[in-house]
């Protein structure tokens, strides 16, 4: 059964970076698709970034791209999130998640909630003014 633990949360001034891990383990194989998402207070859970494990190949939201990085350590199976020049709008809940199989070919099929059937517990960024 896989399980996923994030940490590196926190609260971080506009302009800072957080740096977000997910812990993997009883992953059977490394076709899977991993992505983190985000969900503020009132607004649906949104994909922020993902990657196919097995080719590396990532997908990031528009909102993000060139201040998020999704990457990953396969030997010590963890993925990362590299958030720098946060805002505050960037303030919500981080969830690790993970579905077998290839994230799809698209953004919107890599990103999109229903995909993933394995969720964290979250960790809450709050990025201040």
């Known amino acids: 059964q896989v399980q996923l633990v994030e940490s590196g949360g926190g609260s971080v001034q506009a302009g800072g970076s957080l740096r977000l891990s997910c812990a993997v383990s009883?992953?059977?194989?490394?076709?899977?698709?991993m992505g983190w998402f985000r969900q503020a207070p009132g607004k649906e859970r949104e994909g922020v970034a993902a990657i196919w494990v097995i080719t590396g190949n990532t997908y990031v939201a528009n909102s993000v791209k060139g201040r998020f990085t999704i990457s990953q350590d396969n030997a010590k199976k963890t993925l990362f999130l590299q958030m720098n020049s946060l805002t505050p709008e960037d303030t919500a809940m981080y969830y690790c998640?993970?579905?077998?199989?290839?994230?799809?070919?698209?953004?919107?099929?890599?990103?999109?909630?229903?995909?993933?059937?394995?969720w964290g517990q979250g960790t809450q960024v709050t990025v201040s003014s």
């Open positions: 998640a993970a579905h077998a199989w290839s994230c799809g070919g698209t953004p919107i099929q890599a990103l999109g909630v229903p995909a993933f059937d394995i």
């Open positions: 009883g992953r059977p194989h490394s076709n899977y698709c």
